[in-house]
């Protein structure tokens, strides 16, 4: 009869250090890093508080969309780690977590911040005939608050509330010029304050930025369109690695396999990864030509 195995003991002062070791352990890192964690969540709450309440105008608890962004970095985290069965699937995860809600807002922001732009000139036209009419400015503006195409109606309309609600008419087209964040913006606003200062015909005046306004958006399409071609170098030099790899996988799947399960295979694909995205930034830094 063979005896049965026997399960070692366990010192119980040993286990009682040992646990109160670990306790120590994960009480100094909680106190040691929340402050850190408590001030990346407010910097990450002020982001989306300046995107989705000033820039896009939206009624979003900037609170909301950091626990939206927790639960997606979450989610994506377990689909990595299943997916590939390692941290490193798990690390892209949270990676991707990260970033994407940036990216989503970021092309929020430029896909208002084009149609405010595209829809400025037509604004101006809009007040310089109130003007004309014998409206003044406040006046003029309301009629682009009241019939002007949106986004441009919602940030003048929440131009001429703030003014309403005390503040004055400079501080208000300031404000705009800031959360709005554009040149074409900046470049009407400053006009109008320094024509508030110094007087002169506001109509005329208008009339020279709507130009000036129209002729900088002609040279700024006039360089996208001969950056369009590094634009599409960018965007194949992030597709291209995917599209290899599935040709790849259909001429020997075996051996694809293997860069996910084996450990060299990952280190490769997490450099070529990390290759990939230096490449595509610096293709994009070098077409963004700012006038």
């Known amino acids: 009869m063979i005896p049965p195995a026997q399960v070692p003991t366990i010192n119980p002062v040993t286990q009682m250090v040992s646990s109160a070791a670990v306790f120590l352990g994960v009480v100094t890192m909680v106190f040691l890093g929340y402050r850190p964690f408590m001030q990346w969540v ?12 000033r820039a896009l105008l939206m009624d979003i608890s900037p609170r909301s969309a950091t626990v939206l962004s927790w639960i997606v970095t979450f989610v994506l985290a377990l ?22 809600p940036i990216g989503v807002l970021r092309k929020l922001r430029q896909r208002r911040l084009e149609r405010l732009e595209n829809e400025l000139v037509g604004g101006i036209q809009t007040i310089a005939s109130g003007v004309r009419a014998g409206l003044n400015l406040v006046q003029a503006m309301g009629l682009v608050a009241r019939d002007g195409p949106n986004p441009l109606r919602q940030e ?27 040149g074409d913006f900046r470049l009407l606003f400053s006009a ?7 007087g002169g015909d506001l109509g005329q005046t208008l009339d020279r930025i709507a130009d000036s306004i129209r002729e900088i958006q002609r040279l700024e399409g006039r360089v996208k369109s001969l950056t369009a071609q590094g634009r599409a170098t960018a965007r194949w030099l992030g597709v291209m690695p ?26 490769i694909l997490l450099v070529v990864v990390v290759m990939a995205l230096i490449g595509f930034l610096w293709i994009k830094k070098v077409v963004s030509v700012d006038i």
């Open 42 to 53: 407010r910097a990450r709450e002020h982001q989306y508080d300046m995107v989705l309440r």
């Open 242 to 267: 995917v599209a290899v790899l599935v040709i790849y996988y259909l001429i020997d799947s075996n051996a694809v396999t293997q860069l996910f399960t084996d450990g060299i295979g990952k280190l």
């Open 192 to 198: 109008l304050l320094t024509h508030r200062e110094r």
């Open 156 to 182: 003048f309309a929440h131009l001429l509330r703030e003014y309403e609600y005390g503040m004055t008419l400079e501080d208000a087209m300031n404000n705009a010029a800031t959360r709005i964040g554009s």
């Open 79 to 100: 689909a990595g780690y299943v997916l590939s069965g390692s941290l490193i699937g798990a690390g892209l995860g949270i990676v991707a977590g990260l970033l994407i």
